[in-house]
């Protein structure tokens, strides 16, 4: 009996032959050839890519070969592929490529040179702000999905409300009643901390009753500020925050993530809401790994597909809203081109010189729909719902 | 028989839910005791508070609704009830471990195999990624997966039902804890493999030297792998003994009806017994002795009174005087 129970120990059950292999990433890639359109996105995208960080490359520097910011002004609104004046410019004014491929502006400036400068500007703001809004959407999604059913205590809340008022009126030059204030609340905090050990043996009294009370879950606090946040009209915020804010490049970009990740917290949350009642995090939960474990390492990659989908779709819309604002003169200051502020440019010289609106109108509609139709894309493809379809 | 030290041991354990103002009593003063080098089993039907029992070791209930009333549970010499997440997140993995039911969604399915094993190895012990990667095959390799070095780069859902659940055993046992909870390990297995898997969990248990607290509603795999038995019904424990004493000679009726059901050799072609009626509701448990409405022994008194624990001999406990008393015994508890 005892031998019998050695030997099966040591045998290696030989389970079945599996299932050809394909990984998920050749499964996806099987999907994503067949789907035309997202090749298109993707390819535009890759060309859009190398185009931006030629730009940065070539447009550059003290002595660039594209020189976007190169006046000459006896040779202004050529139309595109028009030949210099070779007679009237100097050896250093004659653009690289020997013709105006896309044309002049008002002020002779080559419009090619001005593109390939505002499409890194395009890159960065695109991904930059997304890259804000996605983890900001992360964060608030995946602590509202996950512990969206723990209470948050009125004591905690009127605490947090009097830290606020205490920080403002100092501040505000009230120094006096907000220091005290702040001391207020840390004597509260230390009181609290003592009395948290005894508090199963005390009676509670009624005021404690009521400041220990539950107010709301995070989950109801989390998601009301999200509907706070979509009520805004939200270009119109942005246009009221750049208005105040110095004109850079960065601002725009963190201000265009911060108005933007109301969509990505909504996706996040839904999918914690399923995923955190999975068999595989009350594992995670048995085998002794912390909450912001399972949370960003284990339940995160298993939702971050719809959240990359509306990032691709997101990136297209930050591109458009940074052309709308320089289009509007609230963007990056001008000297350096985007393609919103040639647009804007152009629009004055739009019945002399048309190409000066059309390129860079062009250039967003090809690209924002680029990004789109692979965005798509890669959703039909990560939904199973929606395969074969099409 | 000789007295082990006991590894585990819980006591009146209470787990109460609240549901839409109702109270569900789902374990209602449980207590039972795991042994070193034993394996234990607790038997019962479906919502009779078994994985709520594992579940609350492990301190695992889901606060708002659960909450633990009463009891101590005493692992080691601590009351794990007494602990605070931290502590008790070190306890998890690393001395308690669990199998879970189903291997199919207890697996992550965007980590490979090897990730996941290393996590847990990770999450308690500092490792190099090299020892961790050699120590990761060598666990495939004891829980008999073929050809580990392939299927550590595995994802899930290319294994078989079977890998799987060794897949979960291998990080069970990542920590070597010193008790393993299996919560129905085999149920989701078809019956060739849930013999294998069983084979597995008791070679293991042999070369490792740990307890495990098997908890199943399968007559027949228990009476394969367990030392000792509880029979649960209705978040208490109705009757206790070794595998010997509760298969030949079950003393609580609904023991004795649970193995009347069982098919068998012997009853071909009868019709299988059943036990009439239905486990009672957690939050409308009846009064006095909870399995008196589905007895075929229950007395006036059954009604009222909730049962003591009845000692036959040598620690066989059943939870019933009726049939204590008519055997000619007296009752103690």
């Known amino acids: ?390 | 028989m000789i007295n082990k030290k006991a590894l585990l041991c819980v006591e009146n354990l209470k787990v109460y839910f609240q549901s839409n103002g109702a109270r569900a009593r789902a374990v209602d003063g449980v207590s039972f005791e795991v042994r070193e080098k034993e394996t234990v089993c607790i038997v019962g039907e479906s919502g009779c508070g078994k994985t709520v029992s594992a579940l609350s070791v492990l301190g695992l209930i889901p606060s708002p609704p659960g909450e633990i009333v009463d009891g101590k549970i005493i692992f080691s010499g601590q009351n794990l009830i007494n602990l605070d997440e931290k502590a008790m997140q070190k306890i998890r993995g690393n001395h308690i471990s669990m199998v879970f039911q189903e291997p199919l969604t207890s697996l992550n399915p965007v980590f490979t195999v090897g990730d996941q094993i290393g996590e847990t190895v990770r999450t308690h012990k500092k490792i190099e990624t090299q020892a961790l990667y050699r120590y990761c095959i060598q666990l495939l390799k004891d829980v008999g997966i073929p050809s580990p070095e392939q299927r550590i780069s595995d994802y899930p859902h290319q294994l078989s039902g079977g890998q799987r659940q060794r897949v979960m055993i291998a990080m069970a046992l990542a920590c070597d804890p010193d008790l393993i909870i299996a919560d129905e390990p085999t149920t989701a297995l078809d019956v060739t493999v849930q013999a294998q898997i069983l084979d597995l969990l008791r070679s293991i248990q042999k070369k490792r030297s740990m307890s495990i607290l098997y908890i199943s509603h399968d007559l027949g795999v228990v009476s394969v792998i367990a030392d000792r038995i509880y029979v649960m019904y209705a978040g208490i424990i109705v009757e206790q003994g070794n595998t010997t004493q509760i298969f030949r000679d079950a003393r609580h009726p609904y023991t004795q009806g649970l193995l009347a059901s069982l098919p068998s050799l012997s009853k071909r072609g009868k019709r299988l017994n059943s036990i009439p009626g239905s486990v009672p509701n957690p939050a409308y448990k009846p009064e006095g002795c909870p399995f008196h409405p589905r007895c075929p022994h229950a007395i006036s008194s059954c009604r009222k009174e909730f049962p003591k624990m009845c000692d036959w001999r040598q620690g066989h406990l059943a939870r019933c005087p009726v049939l204590f008393e008519s055997n000619g015994h007296k009752g103690s508890s």
């Open chain 1, 1 to 390: 009996m005892n031998t019998d129970k050695q030997d099966s120990s040591e045998k290696i059950y030989i389970e079945p032959p599996l299932a050809p292999k394909r990984t998920r990433w050749q499964e996806f890639r099987r999907h994503f050839v067949k789907n035309k359109l997202a090749i298109l996105g993707l390819i535009i995208f890759i060309l859009f890519f190398f185009c931006a960080v030629a730009g940065l490359i070539l447009t550059s520097g003290s002595n660039p070969l594209f020189d976007p910011a190169m006046v000459r002004l006896q040779e202004k609104l050529r139309p595109p592929l028009a030949k210099p004046n070779l007679v009237s410019l100097k050896p250093a004014e004659v653009p690289t490529l020997g013709i105006y491929l896309m044309g002049t502006d008002d002020l002779g400036r080559d419009v090619f040179s001005r593109m390939l400068q505002g499409a890194w500007v395009s890159l960065t703001v695109g991904f930059v702000a997304v890259g804000i809004s996605v983890l900001i959407g992360i964060f608030m999604g995946g602590i509202a999905g996950y512990f969206g059913q723990h209470h948050i205590r009125i004591d905690h809340i009127l605490l947090t409300l009097a830290l606020i008022f205490g920080t403002g009126l100092m501040i505000a030059k009230f120094a006096f009643i907000g220091t005290l204030i702040l001391l207020l609340c840390l004597a509260y905090i230390f009181y609290s901390r003592q009395t948290r050990d005894r508090s199963e043996e005390q009676e509670m009294s009624a005021l404690k009753m009521i400041l220990h009370g539950n107010a709301f879950s995070v989950d109801t606090l989390i998601m009301r500020i999200v509907d706070i946040m979509l009520c805004f009209p939200s270009f119109f915020l942005i246009l009221t925050v750049v208005a105040l804010l110095p004109a850079s490049i960065y601002n725009i970009m963190i201000v265009i993530g911060l108005t933007s990740w109301m969509g990505t917290t909504r996706f996040v949350r839904a999918e914690f809401l399923s995923l955190r009642e999975q068999d595989f995090v009350a594992a995670a939960k048995a085998l002794g790994i912390n909450n912001f474990r399972i949370i960003f390492r284990h339940i995160m990659p298993n939702a971050i597909a719809p959240v990359l989908v509306s990032a691709t779709i997101g990136i297209a819309s930050a591109i458009l809203t940074e052309a709308g604002l320089s289009f509007l003169g609230f963007g990056v200051p001008p000297p350096h081109a985007t393609w919103g502020n040639i647009l804007s440019n152009g629009k004055n010289f739009i019945f002399d010189a048309p190409w000066l609106t059309f390129i860079p109108g062009i250039a967003i509609l090809i690209v924002v729909l680029s990004f789109n139709l692979f965005g798509e894309g890669i959703r039909d493809i990560l939904n199973p719902k929606l395969k074969g379809r099409s």
